[in-house]
Nanobody, 115 residues
Framework: QVQLVESGGGLVQPGGSLRLSCAAS????????MGWYRQAPGKQRELVAS???????NYADPVNGRFTISRDNAKNMMYLEMNSLKPEDTAVYYC?????????WGQGTQVTVSS
């Protein structure tokens, strides 16, 4: 089964940028849905951005205009470009891929926005 591994998290100052990557161990072509979720301490996991097989994208209101999701089926990668980061963006970010009858998650990468 395809495994997902996130990278690119870290500590950044408010207003800064980070690029998260999600590497798949196999083809992501069959993922009809891919998304980035995040979970802050004491809060529920929430969908941040999603992209489907037709490259249609959706963003949660708090990140719309600041984050950009993309996927590269040829490289089996998904990305999240995060700009104008705010302290409230601090969370563990998870990569998710959904196929017919299956659902894959990465282990998460920590993003901390602090001065």
């Amino acid at each position: 089964q395809v495994q997902l591994v996130e990278s690119g998290g870290g500590l950044v100052q408010p207003g800064g940028s980070l690029r998260l990557s999600c590497a798949a161990s196999g083809s992501i072509f069959s993922f009809y849905f891919m998304g980035w979720y995040r979970q802050a301490p004491g809060k529920q996991r929430e969908l941040v951005a999603s992209i489907d097989g037709g490259l249609n994208v959706n963003y949660a209101d708090p990140v719309n205009g600041r984050f950009t999701i993309s996927r590269d089926n040829a490289k089996n990668m998904m990305y999240l470009e995060m700009n104008s980061l705010k302290p409230e963006d601090t969370a563990v970010y998870y990569c998710n891929g959904k196929g017919i009858g299956y659902d894959r998650w990465g282990q998460g990468t920590q993003v901390t926005v602090s001065s």
